[in-house]
């Protein structure tokens, strides 16, 4: 199908890499390792225009057994076989040296069958075994002059052509796919990489005549009962010729008034705020509450993800609480997207994260820890990449999101966030801390920062029970159970006892003045 002179080649995911499509007319070559997926993406740009586009189309096999090709793709749920009988396809099993005379001929045949059957798209799988002989510096010639002809016959038919080529090492094969990727129109490189003890596909397009691309390595991944889907690399830039929106409603965080006070009165639309602190803090009990605030008092919609507990876990200890997240789960208010951490491919989760967030119109986002993507992906630039595209792309939708970064310190903070300095990129900065006080713990939280809002720089002690969060009641002139503000340093090991809060060390004090 042509959509503003591009023709959609019909690949999940492939033509937004290609911002729509392709040319018409262009000749894509395909190249790759064995077993990257060359013929399968062939396949499927052939089935793919005929079953969404009604552009009927030619497949041209050199090895590959017809019946092979038709097994195999009914794994994929396509029936070739239909198609063929329907005169929508065409499987031609012939030899190269076959291929090369039929070309010369002045009445092709394979042309007239195109012609004939209207066909718009078609497929050669194996150009590079055209060439015979490609040490001979004459034939290298006639593989040229071979692969000029081909594009002269696509061009002629008006067939938007996908040729595929094996790669190789060797010099004759370099020399080959010089000379094809000089002549093709589009160049898209597969591979199939191990990353570890797993296998990791991707797709590079390397160029494409007459049109702007998304550049860089996207994934690629191979789906029973489906076929190809590529996921958009989450380095690459957002774009858009909107400018980016910006808001002045304040709304509540969790829906208690001292929380908010804490932070200036509440939090700005859009704003992303980070919330850092220990194992078993508190953190997703405020992630939980955050959402079900958003949910039942601002009719909001809400999305949170996780790397370490499934759904059931987590609606589960939330109910623990009083916290019913199961009802708001239940009538799709707040979705909850789990992603088990090995193997985890970041293109593809990133993607999905999107699709929900789209699919959903998600409003407010907690993404429950970051720490754990730090591990699953591996790489500290990609993990990098990731928090800035979600960022960006929380502020491009006005999306109020949360991301809960887990510090490995226990007690006393020397940075926010050891793996890498990413703290300056979100509005909002909470600090959920422990300090021991005697023979035991407490919970303390603190506002490091909030753009734009004046915020306090107080320390509360906070406790969980039922309803989840609450702040411990400032009480001045208590003395038997201090509360925190009679000492200073909290956030450091050894917090210090105010001596005007203890009336025994003060008289002990004035004591021995005398």
Same mark, same amino acid.
């Given at each position: ?18 911002? %729509?499509?392709?040319?018409? +007319? ?8 064995? *077993? ?5 993406? *062939? ?19 050199? =090895? ?8 195999? +793709? +009914? ?40 012609? =004939? ?14 060439? /015979?002989?490609?040490?001979? $510096? ?29 790669? %190789? ?50 994934? #690629? ?15 690459? /830039?957002?774009?858009?010729?909107? $400018? ?66 499934? /759904? ?11 916290? @019913? ?78 991301? @809960?970064?887990? @510090? ?8 926010? #966030? ?56 400032? =009480? /001045? @002139?208590?003395?038997?159970?201090a509360p925190l503000q009679s000492y200073s340093s909290l956030l450091g090991r050894a917090p210090t006892r105010h001596s005007l809060f203890n009336p025994i060390n003060g008289a002990a004090a004035m004591q021995n003045k005398k």
């Amino acid at each position: 199908m042509s959509d503003g002179g591009l023709t959609k080649l019909g690949i999940n995911g492939l033509d937004s890499i290609l911002l %729509g499509g392709i040319p018409r +007319a262009n000749v894509i070559l395909l190249q790759g390792v064995t *077993g990257s997926g060359k013929t399968l993406m *062939g396949l499927e740009f052939i089935y793919r225009g005929i079953v969404q586009y009604d552009e009927p189309g030619l497949v041209v096999l050199f =090895e590959a057994s017809p019946d092979k090709l038709i097994r195999d +793709a +009914a794994g994929f749920g396509w029936n070739l076989e239909e198609l063929q009988q329907k005169k929508k396809l065409q499987i031609i099993f012939t030899s190269p040296h076959g291929f090369d005379q039929e070309l010369r001929s002045p009445d092709s045949a394979l042309l007239e069958t195109a012609s =004939e059957m209207g066909a718009q798209r078609i497929f050669i799988d194996g150009i590079g075994l055209l060439d /015979p002989d490609p040490g001979s $510096k004459s034939v290298r010639g006639g593989y040229r002059e071979l692969l000029h002809q081909l594009i002269e016959s696509f061009n002629r038919e008006h067939l938007t052509a996908m040729l595929s080529l094996e790669l %190789g090492s060797a010099s004759d094969s370099i020399a080959t796919v010089e000379m094809a990727d000089f002549l093709a129109d589009t160049v898209i490189q597969l591979g199939r990489e191990r990353h570890g003890r797993r296998i990791h596909r991707s797709l590079e397009v390397l160029k494409s005549r007459g049109q702007d691309f998304e550049a860089g390595e996207h994934s #690629m991944q191979i789906t029973g009962g489906r076929g190809l889907e590529i996921f958009r690399r989450v380095q690459a /830039p957002l774009r858009t010729n909107s $400018k980016q929106p910006t808001s002045s409603t304040m709304r509540s965080i969790i829906g208690v008034e001292a929380v908010d006070s804490l932070i200036g009165g509440g939090i700005f639309d859009g704003s992303t705020t980070m919330v850092v602190g220990v194992s078993g803090v508190g953190k997703t009990v405020l992630g939980t509450q955050i959402l079900r605030e958003g949910s039942l008092a601002q009719k909001t919609r809400g999305l949170l993800i996780s790397l370490d507990e499934h /759904p059931a876990q987590i609606i589960r200890n939330a109910q623990t609480l009083g916290l @019913n997240l199961e009802e708001q789960v239940a009538d799709g208010t707040i979705k909850i997207l789990f992603e088990s951490p090995q193997e985890l491919n970041i293109d593809l989760h990133y993607a999905r994260i999107i699709q929900l967030i789209e699919e959903h119109d998600v409003q407010r986002m907690v993404i429950d820890g970051m720490t754990s993507y730090s591990t699953a992906i591996g790489e500290i630039g990609v993990y990098r990449d990731f928090f800035h595209a979600m960022v960006a792309y929380s502020k491009q939708r006005l999306m109020t999101t949360f991301f @809960n970064y887990e @510090n490995p310190e226990f007690l006393g903070i020397s940075s926010y #966030m050891p793996d890498f300095p990413l703290s300056s990129i979100v509005d909002n900065l909470i600090l959920l801390s422990l300090v021991e006080i005697n023979n035991s713990l407490h919970r303390c939280i603190s506002v490091v920062k909030s753009r734009g809002s004046k915020h306090s720089f107080d320390t509360r002690e906070f406790v969980i029970g039922q309803g989840g969060i609450s702040l411990v009641p400032l =009480e /001045p @002139n208590l003395v038997a159970a201090a509360p925190l503000q009679s000492y200073s340093s909290l956030l450091g090991r050894a917090p210090t006892r105010h001596s005007l809060f203890n009336p025994i060390n003060g008289a002990a004090a004035m004591q021995n003045k005398k």
